[in-house]
């Protein structure tokens, strides 16, 4: 019987417009971080950002475990003759320049709601883009973080996904059977995480574009999770 459900953040519950790989608008970031603080970048501190985020792109260098933002930005600022006082504006500005257009999907909400409301325990566990604190990265689920008991990132736990351990120690903290756990994203990493970790992995499908990840079911929009819950009913 399920019991919880853990979300995805990103694509998830929030659209982010830009694309899933940040590559190419890593120097368009920082040309706006120096407008705004009046730094005078040269292009070899461009390519030593571009260099420092690479190295921590997981698209590119998959990692288990996470890493701090203050340890990639460090190494940024190193190589880009910045004042480590000024590490906290410049990774606001780095951050907010991704998140600008971010907004929550129409079904997110109601989902939510109606699964609280059902007595269901709900998380979500999302994996940080390069060490995004949790100040900006949950801030993204704001209007709807009421619904959610254990709101989690892989600053919470440590792990990346597909590596299972992150959902295990959130099973713990919801004290909660990882078999009795349906775990929601929309990326192949979370089907993968759910089915070697035992959970029912659910993918949300945005698209006409067919997607096997090895998900015990997939659906189309968010409410739809709903009729998983009322199905016995």
């Not at 953040?9 to 120096?34: C, H």
């Not at 407008?35 to 260099?51: L, P, R, V």
């Not at 709807?144 to 713990?172: A, H, Q």
């Not at 067919?210 to 739809?224: D, F, M, N, S, V």
Request: hydrophobic share 35%.
């Amino acid at each position: 019987m399920h019991k919880a459900v853990v979300f995805d953040i990103g694509q998830t519950l929030v659209d982010y417009k830009k694309p899933m790989n940040w590559s190419k608008l890593y120097r368009p970031a920082f040309e706006q971080i120096a407008q705004k603080y009046h730094y005078h970048f040269s292009e070899a501190h461009y390519q030593n950002a571009g260099d420092v985020l690479t190295k921590y792109n997981t698209r590119i260098n998959p990692r288990d475990h996470e890493v701090s933002s203050a340890q990639i930005f460090k190494e940024i600022l190193r190589g880009m003759d910045i004042d480590p006082d000024d590490m906290e504006q410049v990774k606001e500005s780095f951050y907010m320049y991704f998140r600008q257009d971010c907004v929550l999907f129409p079904d997110a909400e109601p989902t939510l709601k109606g699964l609280s409301e059902r007595g269901i325990k709900l998380a979500t566990l999302s994996d940080v883009a390069y060490g995004m604190d949790n100040t900006y990265a949950l801030a993204d689920i704001a209007p709807v973080i009421r619904y959610i008991d254990y709101p989690f990132t892989s600053n919470d736990t440590g792990y990346r996904k597909s590596c299972t351990k992150g959902l295990e120690i959130l099973c713990e903290k919801m004290q909660v059977s990882i078999s009795d756990i349906v775990f929601t994203g929309d990326e192949e990493k979370d089907m993968v995480c759910a089915k070697n970790a035992g959970a029912y992995g659910v993918l949300i499908n945005r698209d006409d574009v067919p997607k096997h990840y090895g998900q015990a079911r997939t659906i189309h929009t968010l409410t739809e999770l709903l009729l998983l819950f009322d199905a016995g009913k």
